[in-house]
């Protein structure tokens, strides 16, 4: 579901580590009876292999990506930084402002930016992007994020979210594919 802060997080790994892939959009309110035989529980994303294996949860498809696929490493090689950035995951909401990074995995982009970035960019969508106003280096993580390619890949425009947004309220069945 490509309107899912959760979906876009391995939508997102799925454009930073340039893989190959097909987006398959399911109606959050009306899924389809194949997709539970795909993750019963019936939450997004499920990630499929080559190999028809399944993987739910975006934490664990981003991480799945970054073992699986070659190239840039999003995650730290060292067990005590992967360690901290899943600690950082868990509490982001305090740590930028004790850190001197742009990033919030350090001076580059990691798997932790894009593990949270999927919800700033719905501040705006949502009417509360002032309420960064007094958060500079928010701020400034904001802008450095829509920079990079990966992000500029997946974003959606915010009057394209809140049209989704109307029709999703009233069950529209055209809600999951709006805009495309």
């Known amino acids: 579901m490509r309107f899912c802060p959760y979906a876009q997080r391995t939508r997102l790994v799925l454009r930073a ?34 190999k028809g294996q399944l993987i739910c949860e975006s934490p664990i498809t ?53 593990m949270i970035w999927p919800w700033f960019e719905r501040l705006e969508p949502f009417q509360v992007k002032d309420a960064l106003n007094h958060a500079p280096k928010l701020q400034r993580w904001m802008k450095a994020m829509k920079e990079d390619p990966a992000v500029k890949a997946t974003m959606t425009d915010p009057q394209i979210y809140k049209n989704y947004l109307q029709l999703y309220l009233v069950n529209s069945p055209e809600a999951c594919d709006y805009g495309l």
């Open 17 to 50: 580590k340039g893989i190959s892939h097909e987006v398959v959009n399911i109606n959050l309110k009306n899924k389809p009876d194949w997709f539970f035989e795909k993750n019963p529980f019936g939450l997004v994303p499920v990630l499929e292999t080559s």
């Open 62 to 114: 981003c991480e799945y990506l970054d073992e699986a696929f070659p190239g840039k490493k999003l995650m730290p090689s060292d067990p005590y930084e992967r360690a901290l950035q899943r600690m950082l995951l868990e509490s982001f909401s305090k740590i930028l402002s004790k850190r001197n990074t742009v990033f919030y995995g350090g001076n580059s982009i990691s798997m932790l930016d894009y």
